[in-house]
Each structure stands twice: as structure tokens, then as C-alpha cells.
């Protein structure tokens, strides 16, 4: 790792416990010294891990004595033949992260955001989240030895809270929306000292998402899609994926071409789509998100202008979905390719067909579908259907 660089005026500062611009307060982001990075894979990977470590090259952590580690990524990248024949794409693989140790893409940023907060010297770690993310680093924090302190709203689902609980991390409900969660989980790293990893140290856990796209394009022998499409919370996922492959193009690991990259929301929050549909207009906040994805429901997304920035520059597109139309994503994705996904899963697929409904993935695109999240989080969410589905059987 060479230093933090700030976003926005470009300053940049020796890498220690800082993740805004003392300057201009603009976000710090994780540079490294790419021309002593290898061209060669074999030489890249590094050897003796069989997790997202094997990256440690361009990851921000000094030595390996501080990982901490549940075996997270090399998730599977699948060929998802007969949900392309639906969609009428010629191309269409399914990342599947629903199959990390918790469930989510989240272990991801939270295995090198916690392995860093020992690394800077933090004793206890802890989130702002809308679920995912509250599991992700409770775990973590167990495997660690570290005090958890994860900051929630009162309305997340109930099986989130009883993952996030059995790694005996301490869970305050906030009454309100996440953001509301957020706000209170930065005074108390401010006051108490404590790592919140997607506030006080945001810098080195974005990272960790960047790795999905090393793992795309090692699983493609070296090279990068045509498309990816993925869920959109913060904004801060689509802008790291994007990172991943810019810096694999860096460091000459593949071609110059790099992905379109395009973003799902749901409907009922859907503050950076609705800015793409703006034309790149500015973020309004959404201040009562109302949709049943809830790990998308951020309406003041950190990340959200550099979101629209990120999917304008990679020529992607952005679309958002109704909770109806999520739950119908859901299902098709289950009953072609046998993948259970959470409600952000069920608005990727769903995005995906309206853009294809709309014209704006072509049909010889080589299409990337990025599902997030384990359906058995949120059975809910497709109960009443089902239950729908059962009661007609019933009559029958």
C-alpha cells in the first residue's frame, strides 16, 4: 500500500486511521505501489491461501499475521444457460456471494476491514447496517476475539437480527431508518474509540468488494465481461468493483477493456437511480425508504454521487423495481437456475430484464449477474406468494 488519495482534491496522506480528506473532507481511497505489482497471475496469487487473501498484492494490509479469516470468496461464477434463454441474452453468468460464510457479499469488505482495525490498533469493531453487514462483522468479530457493537434499525428482519445475535455481538436498534442508524454509529466511534468499519476506517473496507471483480475475471481466464450488473445500497459497491477491474488494467493483468457496469435499486428507495434518470443530477436523499429489500434501503447513500459518476463513465445504465416486480426476479432466478436469493438478489434479476425489455443490454452481451445475498435471510419476503401458490392447491 503507497497512500490515501482523496477523491476530490487528490491530496494524499500516509495510510493510518483517517478516512475523510482533512482538506476538503472528500472520501480517501487505498493506493498502492502498481508498477511492483506482477503481470503474471501466477506470480499475483499469492500462494498458500484459498480465500480472497490470495489477493493480498493489491489489499491494504502490511503482513498476513492480522488477517482474519472465515474463508471468505472464490464463490462460484455459474453459467446460467437457461435464465439467459428467458431474458434472450446469448450470455449470462450469476456470481453467487449468497454462498459466503454469512450469507452475503458483505464478508468481503468486513474480512479486510477487520483484519485492518487489529492492524491500526482498534479493541473493538462495529457497523451502522441494514442487516447483512451486522452478521458479516459480528462473525468476524467472534473469530477475532473482539467486542462487536452493530447499530440497526428496529425494522430489520427478524432472521438477521437472530444471525447477527448468535455471534454474541451487542445489537442497538435505533428507531428510524438506517441512516439515522448510521449517524448515531459514528458518535460512538468518535467517543468510545471504537473501528466502525463502513464509517471510521471506510477506506480499507471497500477493498474487500473489489475483490469480486479479481474473481470475475480469474474466472474467466483473464479478462474482464462485457456488463455487470449489481445491487445498489450506498453507491459504494458499484464504485468498487469498478476499482477492481480499472486497477487489474493497471497493473496489466488484462486487457484495457473494461465492463459496463449498471445498477438495480428498488423502487421505494432509489435515490441514485433516480439521479441517473436525471441525468446525473445531484443525490436527493430519500427520507423514508419503503420497500421490503431492506438491505437496500439506505436513503442518504454515501457513495451515491460517485455511483452515478462510476455507471455514466462505464456507459451502464440503472433501473429500479417494484417490491412485486422484485419478488417475481426472485423466483425466476430460483426456478432456472436453483439459487434462493435475498430481496436485493430478486431487484438485480428484475433490473436485468427490464433492461433487456428496454433495449439497453444487447443480446451478444456477456453478462455478469451479481447476486448478493442468501434467500433463507428474508423467507418473508416470498412467504405470502407462496402461501398464495398453497391455498390455490388447497381449492384445487
Known amino acids: 500500500m503507497k497512500a490515501l488519495r482523496c477523491r476530490e482534491c ?3 496522506y500516509p495510510p493510518g486511521k483517517m478516512s475523510t480528506c482533512p482538506k476538503c473532507l472528500g472520501p480517501l481511497e487505498v493506493e498502492y505501489e502498481y508498477e511492483l505489482i506482477p503481470r503474471n497471475p501466477a506470480k499475483f496469487i499469492e500462494k498458500g491461501f484459498t480465500d480472497l487473501w490470495r489477493y493480498r498484492k493489491l489489499l491494504p494490509l502490511k503482513g498476513s499475521s492480522q488477517i482474519v479469516s472465515l474463508h471468505v470468496g472464490l464463490t462460484p461464477l455459474l453459467k446460467a444457460q437457461r435464465l439467459a434463454e428467458k431474458l434472450k441474452l446469448k450470455t449470462l453468468y450469476v456470481k453467487n456471494d449468497a454462498i459466503n460464510p454469512t450469507g452475503s457479499f458483505k464478508d468481503r469488505p468486513v474480512t479486510v476491514a477487520v483484519s485492518k482495525a487489529i492492524e491500526l490498533g482498534f479493541k473493538a469493531v462495529g457497523c451502522a447496517s441494514t442487516g447483512n453487514l451486522a452478521a458479516a462483522t459480528a462473525a468476524h468479530a467472534a473469530k477475532a476475539h ?18 447477527t445475535s448468535i455471534f454474541g455481538a451487542n ?13 448515531m454509529a459514528a458518535e460512538a466511534a468518535d467517543r468510545n474509540n471504537i473501528a466502525i468499519l463502513n464509517v471510521s476506517i471506510r477506506s480499507y473496507y471497500v477493498e474487500g468488494s473489489k475483490t469480486t471483480s479479481f474473481e470475475i475475471c480469474e474466472q474467466l ?11 445498489m445500497a450506498s453507491g459504494a459497491l458499484i464504485c468498487s468493483l469498478n476499482k477492481g477491474f480499472q486497477e487489474l488494467v493497471k497493473v496489466g493483468l488484462i486487457e484495457e477493456k473494461t465492463p459496463r457496469l449498471s445498477g438495480a435499486q428498488p423502487a421505494g428507495c432509489s435515490p441514485i437511480i433516480d439521479a441517473l434518470k436525471r441525468a446525473g443530477g445531484e443525490v436527493i436523499p430519500v427520507e423514508e425508504p419503503k420497500t421490503i429489500a431492506k438491505s437496500l434501503a439506505i436513503g442518504e447513500p454515501g457513495d451515491g454521487i460517485y455511483a ?16 412485486e416486480e422484485l419478488i417475481e426476479g426472485i423466483q425466476l432466478l430460483a426456478k432456472t437456475e436453483g439459487i434462493f436469493t435475498e430481496p436485493a438478489g430478486g431487484v438485480t434479476v428484475a433490473a436485468l430484464k427490464k433492461m433487456r425489455e428496454n433495449g439497453e443490454i444487447e443480446k451478444d452481451e456477456d453478462v455478469v449477474c451479481y447476486i448478493t445475498g442468501n434467500g433463507l435471510k428474508t423467507p418473508e419476503a416470498v412467504t405470502h406468494s407462496i402461501q398464495n ?7 384445487a
Open 171 to 183: 445489537i442497538i436498534t435505533v428507531k428510524g431508518t438506517y441512516d439515522q442508524a448510521n449517524r
Open 10 to 12: 487528490k491530496a494524499t
Open 221 to 231: 481466464g483473464w479478462r474482464a465481461p462485457d456488463h455487470v450488473i449489481l445491487p
Open 146 to 163: 473482539l467486542p462487536c457493537y452493530v447499530f440497526v434499525p428496529e425494522n430489520l428482519e427478524p432472521n438477521k437480527i437472530a444471525q
Open 308 to 323: 452515478v459518476k462510476t455507471i455514466s463513465q462505464t456507459r451502464g445504465c440503472g433501473e429500479a423495481v417494484s417490491d
Open 389 to 395: 401458490a398453497l391455498n390455490r392447491l388447497k381449492v
